[in-house]
């Protein structure tokens, strides 16, 4: 019975969701419709210091933790179904996705102050990218990542 019930829930969730990313990424909205129209897909009050370009692409939003001083480029998915935390002072450019599921994995995707994070990158679930941390465009990163690493293209845990 409570399987039943939190399926509901998270279909409930799920479509509400799409509702709002439909209107925020079709409608013609000025500053202060888009931020309130995130703060309801995300489920609180984002910090003012964050910046969004649209499109923007979410499954339920309401599995996103965001620090201050958040920069998102415009096509940036983030499936986050399992959890996505993002610490400070973070740069995710254009084309990104952010993926918590993938197949028969999931997981929570951490990503530290200070992460830059170039185009067309990919992110797989069970990911801590560490503070300062720079992953270059076209990046698919399928394990954690150290503090002040510098990463590009496929990065394998050795």
């Given at each position: 019975?409570?399987?039943?019930k939190?399926?509901?829930?998270?279909?409930?969730?799920?479509?509400?969701?799409?509702?709002?990313?439909?209107?925020?990424n079709?409608?013609?909205?000025?500053?202060?419709?888009?931020?309130?129209?995130?703060?309801?897909?995300?489920?609180?009050?984002?910090?003012d210091?964050?910046?969004?370009?649209?499109?923007?692409?979410?499954?339920?939003?309401?599995?996103?933790?965001?620090?201050?001083?958040?920069?998102?480029?415009?096509?940036?998915?983030?499936?986050?179904?399992?959890?996505?935390?993002?610490?400070?002072?973070?740069?995710?450019?254009?084309?990104?996705?952010?993926?918590?599921?993938?197949?028969?994995?999931?997981?929570?995707?951490?990503?530290?102050?200070?992460?830059?994070?170039?185009?067309?990158?990919?992110?797989?679930?069970?990911?801590?990218?560490?503070?300062?941390?720079?992953?270059?465009?076209?990046?698919?990163?399928t394990?954690?990542?150290?503090?002040?690493e510098?990463?590009?293209?496929?990065?394998?845990?050795?």
């Amino acid at each position: 019975m409570i399987i039943t019930k939190q399926l509901k829930v998270d279909q409930r969730l799920l479509e509400q969701n799409q509702r709002l990313l439909r209107h925020l990424n079709t409608s013609c909205l000025n500053d202060r419709q888009i931020k309130q129209l995130l703060n309801e897909i995300f489920g609180y009050q984002i910090d003012d210091s964050n910046q969004f370009l649209l499109p923007f692409y979410s499954d339920y939003g309401r599995n996103i933790k965001l620090g201050k001083n958040i920069s998102v480029s415009c096509n940036v998915t983030m499936a986050d179904k399992a959890g996505i935390r993002i610490g400070d002072n973070v740069e995710i450019s254009s084309s990104t996705s952010l993926l918590t599921v993938d197949g028969n994995q999931s997981g929570p995707i951490v990503i530290d102050s200070g992460v830059k994070i170039g185009g067309n990158v990919i992110i797989l679930p069970n990911v801590h990218i560490g503070t300062d941390a720079v992953i270059s465009a076209g990046s698919i990163i399928t394990h954690n990542i150290p503090a002040g690493e510098n990463i590009s293209y496929v990065y394998e845990e050795r």
